[in-house]
């Protein structure tokens, strides 16, 4: 079968490609020129791929699908962000979710102009658990978050945004607060950072911190993007491309795939320089903040195992097989160590969530992301945590 990537059920996947090898083994065998076999060849997987495509692109369900990817553009400055204006509706087999992007190039409904007079604004920074495309934005946690400053400071004018963006890791929020939500003039700047795999996103852009910007795209790198824009066009590409990922990753170190690296006994360089360079995107944009009179508070989001019994049984399995030793809440222990030096207030989330009856249940099962459920505890948790910040009952809105 195709994979993980496949947007039908298994047991389709399988009689599907069954068929099409049939097809292209009987063409083969029953044509004696050689010339003749190469194009019907090429000719049957043609039709295989177009057909593929047109079934992916109906049934939808990932993030390689067209109505997704469309909501995302290109910035010299920044790297990818998502698109302004941009609009669709987003859908697979656990929700169908209706996606809006503002003039400004963040998820919300609303255009984001000067601060009214008294008025509050909170900008949230971070990846795909912030954006939140599994829920409505009225159903995101910076929604209820903004809900719940309402009703508990209702004499101050309160505005939660939410700028997280699909992919992003510390490096690329700095980039993404210094070209983009800088400009809304933000009172608090929160910084979700999700302890799996945010250090060793930004040791991957370790020269992307060093420039201030994203490299310059030449000849070669122009003919990559172009490449990679095909790909992102075709849902069979990207499920391959996807696929190959992960069989890279396997058989570069089986059972220990990157997503783990920073739960193990022994981190690698990429995880303890990761940390170092986390540190400082985000001191740098607590830095920028600070000098236009906001605040930094840091969140540390949990990932979804360090919940759900089972799914770290799992996962413990595979590495332990591996000779590897997988440590539970090691990423979340190894963030808070390396941010505390930047004296910002600090939110473990962990603890919170834990606390929840049935915690499992606060993640979907086919992704690493927050039900509604989870939004909820989030949303309210992070209520207090920032009252206490701008100590709301005494200090005036600048």
Known sequence: MLGAGCSVPDAMCDVRWAFYRVAI???????????????VLILVLAVEFALLEVGMRAVGGSEAAPAFQKIFMQDPLVGHRLQPNALTV????EFSTPLAINP???RDDRSLGAKRPGQRRIVVLGDSLVLSVQVPLQEAFTSVLERDLAEAAPEIDWQVVNAGVQGYGPVDDWLFYRHVVDALDPDLVLIVAFVANDATEAFDKASWLVDDRPPVVGAGEAAVTATRRIVRASM??????????QVKAAATDPGAERPLASYLAEPSVEVSQGLELTREAFGRIASRASARGAGTALVLMPARFQL???DYGRLNSGVTAAGHVLLRHAATDRFRT???PLGLPMLDLLPVLQAQDHPADL??????HLT???HAVVGHALRDFVLARFNASQAPAR
Do not use: K
């Not at 993640?363 to 690493?368: A, D, E, K, L």
């Open 90 to 93: 987003y859908s697979t087999v």
């Open 104 to 106: 400004q190039g963040v």
């Open 308 to 310: 759900d019994d089972a």
């Open 236 to 245: 069979v590409l990207q499920n391959l491309r996807l696929r190959w990922d």
């Open 338 to 340: 390396a941010l505390t």
């Open 372 to 374: 509604p459920r989870g």
């Open 363 to 368: 993640f979907f099962q086919r992704n690493i």
């Open 25 to 39: 083994y009987s063409a083969a065998v029953s044509l004696t020129s050689g010339v003749t076999r190469v194009t």
